[in-house]
């Protein structure tokens, strides 16, 4: 009956989202979702769930190679760092060891490297992930509070190319999950 | 709780060894919701009077330690009882003794998580935040040593008014690098892995304020799959990358030893020795406050017993590495055909601070002995009292190294004996105050179990695929004879 | 879902490989003792070369067993259940501490040679010598390497029995009774492998002195394990054994393993290294200076570069670990380097300046690797290539990595 009330389109509403009680019936769900062909839609879950990656088609992440990168450059940097100012800007010889003698300067460069690299981590997953964004249309959800504590959701947005307002509602309709919702944009 | 009139201690023994099944790591709870109430309730729920009472004391001990530090600054380094030829006394060793009380923190949420130990969900986050906690109270203890402490900032390689810059060459450098960059890791390992949590405590406020505070540290969280996605393999990048850190950390304290030419503090073992010395007491450390935790917030049926159990294994475990390490030093000593190393131990075991010596022995090798038992094991009081033990041995292990060496040198003319002063053993005592101000915030604020990583393990979470990874199932079966645990 | 095999259809037998691996086996056992005899009769100090080679091929199978003797008895501490699949292969490797002990005797025979302390006319003019004369000495020498092989030989008969008892009898009271003997057991582990460590190797400077030596020996022995357990899987799995039980996750665990102790072997090697570098003592550094004079300057820098650069940047990356072969011919390569890392150990105190390799290391190496599989292959073709009364076999069957 609501799928004939007001329907939504790409400027008034964020989209639609259901709710499920159980990662089963999420990871269903889910894989309906994906081989109905959408793109923009998303799972939520209270914690990490295997298997949902997969039963969402989502590809795996550049960000080994971002920090694999920033470890090197923290490497870099390191060494960079101990030969400008020990050997080159200021020489002095301390304890009958070289100006600049590799031994001595691994541990700052290992240090720098772990210090870079970590950053990249932290860094670099919230920028993949468009973080921090305090404002979010789902926040405005009631029922979606409970997806940091026990339940379930799936969501399509209404910009995804195939979202069609009374096809996508029929779909989510049908996971088996509780009545869809019309989240407002 | 209505539990106090059963057989709490059955309801609560999960340590039975079947290798037919795992055990389970929630008791009696099946649905996620428990852990989300049991967890944020300890936030949510209005401060109990005793808390009130602990930080106000707590708070004394901090200020005790900021006066006996305005004390130090105003008057000079003169109130201690360093004195040639002793150097380095309570300040040296306190700093690694912090330092190392650190380290299991990073053990458990990075090298346990790498070895797929799934019990350390219920201990990690309170781990990590004692190692941040304890590795502030580490850094102010060189930062006080070193004199004129308005320009410590010469210790970083800023241009400064003496145009000069540090000596990288020198292993005190490398420990500002090395606590310095474990500081920073471990509180962004520490702070990413509690945005989901930080997002549940935003979800269920019911206060302005605490939805803006909450919803800000969570940074709009928002239970994304393709975030979780990204989330965890960040988290296992700062596991791998904390697990050759925390290796690094303590291997450099030790180079600040083992760099010199001192007997007993230049021995090649000092680089994995110092590392397990340091998860033997941050392991202490972590059951040292953990117990208490537990039974006053009633968190029994998450921190359980096999958690208790696993963690006294961990202590056994380091702490006979530990004692290989004495028994392999002692015995170099005297097959190294040196004179002066083989008096350094001879001292140590039977010189001036043989007391010393022997504490530390009785400690860190006698006392774990007795969890090769496990009715030992699982007596909370047994472990509480041993955990308290290790600590006191774990200190006296760097006491015993940083004063017995020194007090001996190569000169016998220049031997001395080192007395700390009334203002040294303050301003250690005062840094637990610190220690327990920062712990008890922590409690009071922020959620003081992975939330998110609890439930992932719970078997609700595993979607009946059996034997997922490190599976612990079967709690269902386990929960209908609860009764018959013992 | 996953679909988990069932044991009971599984090849789990040798039989299938078993030609080939007493035919390489046997071949090269021959190959190489004929070669080796032929040319320490034939060149000069030939019989002294031989028995230096020797030691180093003895010293990187024996810590193959070490390697092998440790993750059985780890495994059991830390009820784990990935590597149930793996593990009747790492008890028959360590149940070649037998082998070991009667292999150890040339080393025994040859001590006047390789070992400068048992000349005790020598020694006695020597005042560092003397201090060590109650340690240092044939007698007791032989003493201990008898009660070293006796422990590890004892513990890697008692699991590897117990473990085979249960693939009949099924009974998981087996699995508790050896996770409770496991705990004693690594300790008594940690204090034979720490000291054979000091006798075998570091004694052969007996100026020399490291605490650290014990743990440098156990990490050979922890990468060498690991890195020849794919190679052994592989080479079954190529015969159609264990195909479907062992997967690509079992592989993807042991490749990480053996990424860590790579790893942790290059800390402690470091460690060491600094220490006595930086410190700069004359009885310390004089250890080093051999090693870091001459052509052994190159071997130095050859183990920085190949068994530690290059593994680590190998086998950092996910793809390489989850595809058995390459994982296995890694594997390989860095036995190669535990070997080469042996021979600077060893080598550098009889030949300071020169490194000398030549074809007698070859045939050496070829010896007692050929001696090593055929005992190896007799003790796995008795019994079931998978600990099959194993309680978590399923689990480890079903495991796949997270």
């Not at chain 1, 910009?159 to 009545?179: K, M, N, Y």
Request: aromatic fraction near 14%; glycine fraction near 8%; hydrophobic fraction near 50%.
């Amino acid at each position: 009956m609501s799928r004939h009330q007001k329907q939504p389109d790409a400027g008034g509403s964020y989209g639609y989202l259901v709710a499920f009680d159980s990662v089963e019936q999420l990871l269903q769900a889910a894989a309906r979702v994906r081989d109905a062909g959408y793109t923009r839609w998303d799972a939520h879950t209270p914690f990490v769930v295997h298997g949902l990656d997969a039963a969402m088609g989502i590809r795996p992440t550049i960000l080994p190679y971002l920090v694999f990168t920033g470890g090197l450059t923290g490497t870099t940097c390191g060494i960079l760092l101990q030969w400008f100012t020990n050997a080159h800007d200021y020489p002095f010889l301390i304890s009958g060891k070289p100006i600049f003698s590799l031994p001595a300067n691994i541990p700052v460069a290992f240090e720098m490297t772990i210090l870079f690299a970590a950053l990249t981590a932290l860094v670099g997953m919230l920028a993949l992930n468009l973080l921090p964004q305090l404002a979010h249309p789902l926040h405005g959800s009631r029922s979606f509070k409970r997806a940091t504590d026990d339940r379930f959701f799936i969501s399509i947005e209404a910009r995804d190319p195939i979202f069609d307002p009374v096809a996508t509602r029929e779909l989510l309709e049908s996971l088996g999950g509780s009545a869809v919702e019309e989240v407002p944009g | 709780m209505s539990a106090t009139t059963v057989d709490t201690r059955a309801l609560l023994d999960n340590t039975t060894d079947d290798p037919r099944r795992r055990a389970p790591l929630v008791l009696n709870h099946t649905e996620f919701g428990f852990v989300t109430d049991t967890v944020c309730g300890v936030v949510e729920r209005t401060t109990p009077r005793s808390w009130y009472i602990a930080f106000a004391a707590a708070l004394l001990m901090t200020g005790v330690m900021f006066a006996m530090i305005t004390y130090l600054i105003t008057t000079g380094i003169g109130v201690w009882g360093i004195q040639v030829p002793v150097g380095w006394g309570f300040a040296i060793v306190n700093f690694v003794f912090w330092v190392g009380i650190g380290h299991a923190g990073t053990l458990i949420s990075a090298i346990l998580f790498l070895l797929r130990q799934k019990w350390r969900t219920s201990i990690n986050r309170f781990a990590e935040g004692m190692t941040i906690f304890a590795v502030v109270c580490a850094g102010i203890f060189p930062g006080i040593h070193v004199g004129r402490m308005w320009v410590a900032y010469w210790l970083f390689p800023v241009p400064n008014q003496m145009q000069m810059w540090p000596n990288f060459r020198s292993p005190l450098l490398w420990d500002v690098f090395a606590v310095g960059t474990y500081a920073t890791v471990s509180l962004l390992f520490w702070y990413m892995g509690m945005i989901p949590d930080l997002a549940t405590l935003r979800d269920r406020a019911t206060t302005r304020l605490r939805w803006f505070v909450y919803g800000v540290l969570s940074l709009g969280w928002r239970s994304s799959n393709r975030h979780w996605h990204r989330f965890e393999m960040a988290y296992l990048l700062l596991a791998a990358l904390a697990t050759p850190l925390v290796l690094s950390v303590h291997s450099v304290v030790s180079f600040d030893f083992a760099v010199s030419i001192i007997p007993g503090w230049h021995t090649t073992i000092f680089p994995p020795y110092f590392v397990a010395g340091a998860i033997f007491s941050g392991f202490a450390m972590v059951v040292t406050l953990v117990i208490p935790t537990r039974h006053f917030f009633k968190l029994g049926e998450i921190i359980t017993l096999r958690h208790l159990e696993n963690m006294s294994k961990i202590m056994l475990a380091t702490g006979m590495m530990v004692g290989l390490a004495y028994s392999t030093e002692f015995f170099i000593a005297w097959y190294s055909g040196n004179a002066y190393e083989s008096f350094t131990f001879l001292n140590r075991a039977f010189g001036p601070y043989a007391w010393a010596y022997w504490i530390m022995v009785t400690c860190n090798v006698v006392v774990p002995q007795i969890f090769w038992s496990k009715r030992m094991r699982t007596n909370l009081v047994v472990m509480w009292i041993a955990s308290i033990l290790i600590n006191v041995g774990m200190w006296f292990e760097r006491f015993v190294i940083v004063v017995s060496s020194l007090s001996r040198d190569y000169l016998p003319t220049s031997w001395g004996y080192y007395r700390p002063t009334i203002i040294d053993v303050l301003t250690f005592a005062g840094s637990f105050g610190l220690f327990f101000t920062l712990f008890l915030l922590f409690v009071r604020f922020l959620p003081i179990i992975g939330m998110a990583e609890v439930k992932g393990v719970m078997p609700a979470a595993l979607h009946g695929e059996p034997g997922h990874g490190d599976y612990h199932g079967d709690v269902v079966e386990r929960v209908g004879r609860r009764g018959g645990a013992r | 879902m996953k679909q988990v095999a069932d044991i009971t259809t599984e090849v789990r037998r040798l039989d299938p490989a078993l030609p080939l691996w007493l035919g390489v086996g046997a071949a090269t056992a021959a190959v190489g003792i004929a070669g080796a005899v032929a040319l320490a009769s034939t060149q000069e100090h030939g019989w002294g070369r031989l028995l230096e080679s020797y030691l180093v091929s003895f010293a990187l199978f024996l810590a193959l067993t070490l390697g092998a003797l440790f993750f059985v008895m780890l495994q059991h501490i830390t009820r784990a259940g990935w590597s149930v699949v793996v593990r009747r292969i790492a008890e028959t490797l360590a149940c070649n501490a037998w082998l070991m002990a009667v292999l150890a005797i040339p080393v025994v025979l040859g001590m006047d040679h390789l070992y400068h302390w048992s000349h005790v006319e020598a020694a006695a003019h020597d005042p560092v010598l003397v201090g060590k004369m109650g340690f240092l000495n044939p007698t007791f020498f032989v003493i201990r390497l008898g009660i070293y092989f006796l422990i590890w030989g004892l513990l890697a008969w008692f699991f590897h029995r117990t473990s085979v008892r249960q693939d009949t009898t099924l009974d998981p009271k087996l699995t508790v009774r050896m996770e409770r003997a496991a705990g004693p057991g690594l300790v008594l582990f940690a204090l034979s492998a720490n000291f054979a460590a000091f006798d075998l190797l570091m004694s052969l400077d007996p100026h020399w002195f490291s605490t650290i030596f014990g743990v440098y020996y156990f990490a050979v022995s922890v990468v060498t394990f690991f890195a020849v357990m794919p190679k052994i899987l592989v080479s079954l799995q190529w015969k159609g054994v264990l195909s479907r039980a062992v997967t690509v996750e079992h592989f993807h665990d042991l490749g990480k393993l053996l990424f860590a102790f790579n790893v942790f072997w290059a800390y402690i090697a470091f460690s060491q290294y600094m220490l006595i570098w930086y410190g700069n003592i004359p009885e310390e550094t004089q250890w080093y200076l051999k090693r870091q004079t001459g052509d052994w300057a190159w071997v130095s820098l050859a183990l920085l570069v190949f068994h530690f650069i290059i593994p680590f940047l190998v086998l950092v990356s996910r793809a390489v670990k989850r595809r058995p072969r390459l994982l296995a011919f890694t594997g390989s390569y860095m036995v190669v380097m535990c070997w080469l890392d042996l021979y600077w150990l060893v080598i550098p105190e009889f030949s300071p300046g020169s490194v000398r390799f030549g074809l007698i290391d070859v045939f050496c190496f070829l010896g007692v690797a050929g001696v090593y599989t055929l005992a190896l292959t007799f003790r796995l073709k008795r019994h079931s290539l998978i600990a099959e009364g194993d309680p978590r076999l399923q689990e480890s069957m079903a495991f796949h990595t997270a």
